[in-house]
């Protein structure tokens, strides 16, 4: 099964000395980890076989990326899964060249946001007449190593893609930002005069932006939710082997009676992600799937807060040392509870879906 | 695959004309919300009526050995039946102790004798059952119960008092954990297992009255009652595992239940549907922002136990913690009634603070009545506290 052999390749790539390592490296992860993921199909998981991926369905990266969570493992894997989903429902089989080479294990990744807020129209970088972008885009996760980026931009007005090259795009255009979560990567990056390779437009664009932000709240709440399991896994093990007042502290209820609810949490947040994996599909999003995304994200957020805090906490005088690796879940939870909208952003949207009929 | 799924279609539409026919309307008296709170002859009557007219039309523990009085059939059947009883607002099938605790008990661990003299009467409402578990002294520590049983000749003779017996002024048979001997080392080899007669000399229930003004169960005492030495149910002393056993089934960790539609369920919609009706500062409560979060809130708890359900029957899912959603299941989803119903209840202005009687309270004090009853399941069958700690112990393998 799918989820047990990415967790058995975590395993063996990613023990957390092998995390700690990455932690303060330019890419934050290991070329040969990322090669080996090519290698096994993972770049192209979400992708359809005419153009070179697995042709499982998006939902199939579910359990791959709540195994990835669970080791706190870098790689890109994510930007290129989400890059290939907005340029496969923007563009369908007309980009299968784009495709193919993400399938192959270029790097994609997405330009999206202007500011910070995931909320807003996010169309502050134009297309010009003359064919070149103007503006900059924030945050761009794991831009420093990406041989693609997918920038959401204005034409006009109306949305559309524009594919740039790496190598369309100076070093000094990459401004890196300094991240809480160093097992993560992104960076601002200014796109002015800048050319795209190609620029999809047209009625399919603005639903596969739609589609991806959600996709990208559900596969981050995978990710997340696998990071939630692990922690609570570390603060257990703590509960079960340290003493203290000549008992195991795990038999104080004021420890163990929170840990019970991160479990709790951590379950709940795991059937919002499966349901969505399973509803999840080619075809644009209906109002189910919307609503299984945004839960997921929500759920999945709440926990691994709650986790990592607790886990700080729960490890004492430890716990508050870069050594324990509490550090670790608790700067996961700040990276991942705004990546792809946070709780107010989706709980807002869901007040609509749910009681405005 | 087809043919059982349109035979089960089809049975859906015949249990929904059968319903449709046959639910008898509101007899113009307060029922109960659960079987917790049958506290008048006349709301007991009504139900075992009730229950006696399902089981006679071959809806009720319908996947019990029809040999019992069931029907042999799937499970699916008794669960369609249940959500149709949820659906045309039916009232309780109040004789639950019998039939989802003692009666698969009795399946599981009974001989054929306890089977035939026992079951059919569970399912058909002739004899109604009691729990003698808690004491006044003992009760989230069970196995410490002191209710003694002596044998003597061909009886055990009983001495001791239980409490929480609900159903106990009514019931004709009690299954009573007690202790056969003192002076074990482990506390918990002392204890025996009966299938005890209720309408004896020597054994007395007294009704107490709950917090929501309502009866239902009672304090039982034993005074030298002699009952049947074959009332011994398994071996003297191996009473803790039958007692365990029992709690799973009381707990909805172990399925086999005859039905699941013990109490009036109340749903997250059922709560949105109050609230729409509800103004605050001259405006529906519903457009209220710090509303509609909270109510995103309790939706999605609600939808998180349904997922959780359906996830605890797919193994792949669940390998990390093969028992946890089972044994966690009480724990999640009588705590987020608890909050649901306090929510709705609270909402109401001034009419919040008012209770069943008034003609002002709000759909007649129904969320006022639920909240104060819910207590019943938050504190009973284990209480939440107790929960966390089975979780956290059994679950997540944290030290006693």
């Known amino acids: 099964m799918l989820l047990d052999v990415a967790r058995g390749f975590v395993r063996d790539q990613a023990p957390i000395e092998a995390v700690r390592a990455q932690l303060e490296t330019d890419t934050g992860f290991d070329a040969g980890t990322w090669r080996s993921m090519v290698e096994m199909g993972w770049a192209g998981i979400a992708l359809p076989d005419t153009v070179g991926g697995a042709g499982m369905g998006v939902g199939s990266a579910v359990p791959v990326f709540e195994a990835l969570g669970g080791g706190l493992l870098g790689t890109p894997l994510l930007s290129s899964t989400l890059a290939g989903q907005l340029i496969w429902r923007a563009a369908g089989e007309s980009a299968a060249d784009w495709l193919g080479r993400l399938c192959s294990g270029s790097v994609g990744t997405i330009a999206y946001l202007d500011g910070g807020d995931w909320g807003a129209s996010n169309m502050g970088v134009a297309l010009g007449a003359d064919g070149a972008l103007a503006g900059a885009k924030s945050y761009v996760a794991d831009a420093s190593v990406a041989d693609v980026f997918v920038v959401v931009a204005s034409e006009g007005g109306a949305p559309v893609l524009a594919v740039v090259e790496r190598s369309s795009v100076a070093d000094s255009a990459i401004s890196e930002n300094v991240l809480i979560d160093l097992t993560k990567r992104a960076a601002n990056v200014d796109f002015s005069g800048v050319t795209p390779a190609e620029v999809v437009r047209g009625d399919a664009v603005s639903v596969a932006i739609r589609d991806t932000l959600l996709l990208g709240a559900l596969l981050t709440a995978a990710e997340t939710t696998g990071a939630a399991n692990k922690c609570l896994a570390s603060i257990t093990e703590y509960l079960k082997t340290r003493k203290q007042f000549g008992k195991l502290i795990g038999s104080y209820q004021a420890l163990k009676h929170p840990t019970v609810d991160i479990y709790v949490g951590m379950e709940n947040a795991r059937s919002f992600v499966y349901h969505g994996a399973t509803i999840v599909g080619d075809e644009a999003l209906d109002q189910d799937a919307e609503i299984a995304c945004r839960m997921a994200k929500v759920a999945a957020d709440e926990v691994m807060v709650f986790a990592g805090d607790r886990s700080v906490q729960f490890h004492g005088g430890f716990g508050f040392t870069w050594e324990c690796d509490s550090t670790l879940f608790i700067r996961r939870a700040q990276w991942a509870q705004q990546m792809y909208g946070g709780a107010i952003h989706h709980r807002k949207r869901l007040a609509s879906l749910l009681l405005d009929s | ?400």
């Not at chain 2, 113009?28 to 039309?57: I, M, N």
């Not at chain 2, 099938?93 to 004798?113: A, H, K, Q, R």
């Not at chain 2, 939706?299 to 913690?321: F, H, N, Q, V």
């Open chain 2, 1 to 400: 695959m087809s043919d059982n799924k349109a035979a089960l279609n089809a049975f859906r539409n015949d249990v929904s004309a059968w319903m449709a026919e046959n639910v008898p309307t509101d007899p113009g008296f307060l029922l109960p919300l659960t079987f917790l709170e049958v506290g008048t002859e006349q709301q007991l009557d009504f139900l075992r009526e009730w229950q006696h007219k399902l089981w006679s039309a071959g809806y009720l523990g319908m996947h019990w050995p029809s040999e019992y009085g069931g029907q042999g059939a799937d499970p699916a059947y008794q669960y369609i039946v249940d959500k149709a009883l949820a659906k045309h607002n039916a009232p309780i099938i109040f004789n639950t102790i019998g039939l989802n605790w003692v009666g698969p008990l009795l399946l599981d661990m009974g001989t054929d004798e306890e089977k035939a003299k026992y079951i059919k009467n569970i399912l058909s409402g002739e004899e109604i059952w009691c729990q003698g578990f808690s004491e006044p002294d003992h009760g989230s520590d069970l196995g410490a119960v002191q209710t003694r049983a002596v044998r003597d000749g061909d009886d055990y003779v009983v001495n001791g008092s239980k409490i929480w017996t609900t159903l106990g002024n009514y019931a004709d048979h009690m299954i009573l954990l007690a202790r056969t001997n003192p002076n074990t080392e482990r506390k918990y080899d002392g204890l025996s297992f009966f299938l005890s007669p209720m309408k004896i000399d020597g054994v007395e229930a007294h009704p107490i009255r709950k917090v929501t003004g309502e009866y239902g169960f009672n304090q039982t005492f034993f005074t030298d009652a002699r009952i049947p030495a074959s009332c011994l149910m398994g071996e003297e002393g191996g009473g803790w595992m039958v007692a365990m056993k029992t709690l799973e089934y009381e707990r909805g960790v172990t399925a086999g239940q005859a039905s699941g539609y013990w109490g009036v369920t109340i749903q997250v919609d059922d709560m949105i549907e109050e609230l729409s009706k509800l103004e605050h500062d001259g405006e529906p409560l519903l457009s209220d922002p710090v509303v509609r979060d909270d109510l995103v809130g309790f939706i999605m708890e609600a939808k998180a136990l349904s997922l959780t359900g359906r996830r605890s029957g797919i193994p792949a899912l669940t390998s990390d913690y093969p028992m946890g959603l089972a044994l966690s299941v009480k724990y999640r989803g009588t705590e987020y009634e608890r909050r649901m119903k306090q929510y709705t209840a609270s909402k109401q202005g001034a009419q919040s603070a008012l209770y069943v009687g008034d003609a002002d309270a709000v759909s007649g004090g129904f969320w006022q009545r639920a909240y104060f009853s819910n207590f019943g399941a938050t504190i009973g069958g284990g209480t939440t506290q107790v929960q966390a700690n089975i979780v956290a112990e059994h679950v997540l393998g944290l030290p006693k």
